[in-house]
């Protein structure tokens, strides 16, 4: 009993079947005497269509983005509408509200505003007036009175951002996936769901290529201390027998589920850039990483090889492949004030990164890693590494073979699988 | 050179070629030295799709008007993206307003709103910053921020609004046909295109049948003094060739346009309903249009037959067609309280109707209306008539004969039209 607040994706609104589904999911919680805020995403293709209405009125010309924010913000109000309809139908008394009538206020980033208030006052007195409040997501308004949209994944951050305004028991995001995995299923078969995860491995395990969710949401809600719990719109109802367990996303997860290795993330949107011959003298890499900066492109690694002695070095950073040219030609930029500096680069690559916050406090989880692979074969190119995460570049046509390489050698798919270490003890002893 | 206000209908925005052609006519307009507020429709069928989508998710139950002006008003909103995106292209500087965004105050009745106060500030505030203004027609909000439409023909409302709010130079409603013309031309081939009609003469064509444009946004423009043209947005640009005539709806139609019967129109959705033997006492009519009114049903035209010493009378009424089955509901009901009364009704007819503000002040013109059906064997079966229309009921089979006879004996296809009285002489002579 108390607020709960849930988020349904574009995919569980694609068809008013699927959003009749929902309100009947809506109905069950309501029925175990919750207060419900419910924020959905546009349905389906909705956003893709209404970008493509843009693209073709625009031509050449780039949207402008306002205009497009004027644009998609339909898209929500089209779902929340319908919703709210479909719960009348199922006699719950609902009531629809834009993302300005739920009290966001933003900043004036057309596209990808930031969330600088929530006053949820109309939230609350239709909940105290016995309603489900269904609010649209994605959207919000600036104090002039603007549109604005809080780009991707912004549905997730108005249900988590709601969460922490009101205080919320519970804030549940219901996706096409029924919880966070020990690696994405389509590549590792073997791979299990976490009963629960803590902020920053979903962070890291987002940062190294996990799809389930958008940085900046999980960072909200690390920010603003909101516990959430990632579930599927699709599994079975619970009065069909579903059991809405999913995943929790935690500030710190509970000592029976916790494990060294928690996943394992495979990111092929990588490219690498080696400087191949650059001056070995302090300051180079600071100047890389500035030039990087201007242009607002994120360096994901880098590792600079060289040593006492040397006189040149060599470079290799790793950065998203749409970013490519981009950082080619910033690269090249800089390389004219080192002459006889060289430039390669390799899209053929892909990051296999394990996450987990033992991997600070236990001895031989990076050999086990580095092992894992060796046996298998799999050359390892670039290795980076942070306190909850080991990544290594390999090519990316052994990819999927190393990431389910790894998953096996860290018993990921065990409901409490032990650390076993390179000589094939237990070794879960701390540093 | 002053402010113009336009407006296009939802066909003259159905597609991405459509809204750049409107774009390319704005511009026109804006190179001619106007500043333009641009007021349109939700895109072609929009709003069919959307009314179809909530029919579905509501199944039996009847969708609420509040969730529904929820629903629809994101028509209008994706139109005016579109546009200022289509503008931009052009190199027209320009932005899009929601109706609320743009000063649209309404009361709260949902589907059907009135107007309380339009507050252009920001509309005046972004056309003295160089911008064509395009605005959502057919929306406002509530004193509480609630979104509302302002039911059929709201977009034409919206136009004239604002018109009247900026103190406009002009008005423009570009539409799918341009101009009022003397009958439909599907019906009355010979149909001339008037170059000016009066608020009044509007309003009767409208009431009769013709489907130009609501009766409510003539009825506003005429209470706030508002002028406008009509006007086709398909025909050639000005740039093209095109004379951007249309027809202006004025308060008092200039003398050398002016003609003793402006038009004929036809109405095919009507009911007539007889209620035979009814008491020939006071208060029996009464009786019956109060019956009507508690039930919000228009009685369009009623004839009651019987004279003095007769003890029973007749009493024909017609109807829109629509409102027939609860119009024969509300005369049963009533006529349990008139023993021996009998109900008949038609829906076979339809009402030919002539309008024109000469009518009142020239002989002989009804006496040539029904000399001109009775040329025909077209059988009258009911007339009424009003200071500037007189209407007769016939049979629907014969409803567009009839049109051309009326349309023909007045000579509405010449550019003067000479009235020609019943004996065959000129008659315009007043009484």
């Not at 799809?211 to 719109?233: P, T």
């Not at 029976?256 to 990111?267: I, L, S, Y």
Request: with cysteine; net charge negative.
């Amino acid at each position: 009993m108390g607020i709960v607040v849930q988020k349904y994706g574009g995919s569980s609104v694609a068809t008013p079947e699927r959003i009749l589904r929902v309100a009947r999911r809506v109905a069950w919680y309501r029925r175990q005497g919750h207060d419900l805020v419910v924020v959905v995403s546009a349905m389906g293709e909705t956003t893709d269509q209404l970008l493509a209405l843009a693209a073709e009125v625009s031509g050449d010309a780039r949207p402008s983005p306002r205009e497009m924010d004027m644009l998609l913000a339909t898209g929500e109000q089209v779902s929340i509408a319908l919703l709210a309809m479909a719960l009348h139908r199922l006699g719950v008394p609902a009531i629809s509200l834009t993302g300005p009538q739920a009290g966001f206020r933003t900043d004036s980033t057309h596209r990808n505003a930031r969330i600088l208030e929530v006053r949820p006052d109309r939230v609350r007195r239709e909940l105290q007036d016995g309603k489900v409040v269904v609010v649209a997501g994605f959207q919000g308004m600036t104090a002039e009175g603007e549109i604005t949209t809080l780009g991707r994944g912004g549905s997730d951050l108005t249900a988590i951002a709601l969460a922490a305004a009101l205080g919320a028991d519970a804030c549940q995001i219901f996706t096409d996936v029924d919880g966070v995995y020990t690696a994405d299923p389509r590549i590792v078969p073997t791979a299990r769901r976490l009963p629960e995860i803590s902020y920053d491995e979903l962070l890291e395990l987002a940062a190294a290529g996990s799809q389930v969710m958008q940085l900046r949401s999980v960072e909200f809600a690390k920010q603003h201390g909101v516990e959430f719990q990632v579930l599927s719109s699709l599994a079975p109802l619970p009065e069909e027998g579903g059991n809405e367990e999913g995943t929790r996303v935690v500030a710190q997860v509970n000592k029976e589920f916790q494990r060294p290795v928690t996943g394992v993330a495979v990111n092929f949107r990588v490219a690498r850039i080696t400087l191949l011959g650059v001056p070995d003298r302090p300051g180079v890499a600071a100047r890389l990483f500035r030039a990087f900066a201007e242009k607002k492109i994120v360096i994901d690694d880098i590792v600079q090889s060289g040593g006492p002695g040397s006189t040149h070095a060599d470079i290799s950073i790793t950065v998203a492949r749409d970013d490519l040219d981009t950082s080619l030609a910033i690269c090249r930029d800089v390389m004219q004030e080192w002459p006889g500096t060289e430039l390669v680069y390799d899209v053929d690559v892909a990051k296999v990164s394990i996450v987990g916050s033992g991997i600070a406090s236990h001895y031989g989880i990076g050999a086990a890693m580095f092992e894992a692979l060796a046996e298998k074969g799999i050359n390892i190119e670039m290795i980076t590494g942070s306190e909850i995460k080991i990544s290594c570049l390999v090519r990316a046509s052994r990819a999927a073979e190393a990431a389910q390489a790894v998953h096996d050698r860290f018993g990921l798919e065990a409901e409490h699988p032990q650390l076993v270490g390179t000589d094939g003890a237990t070794a879960t002893q701390s540093r």
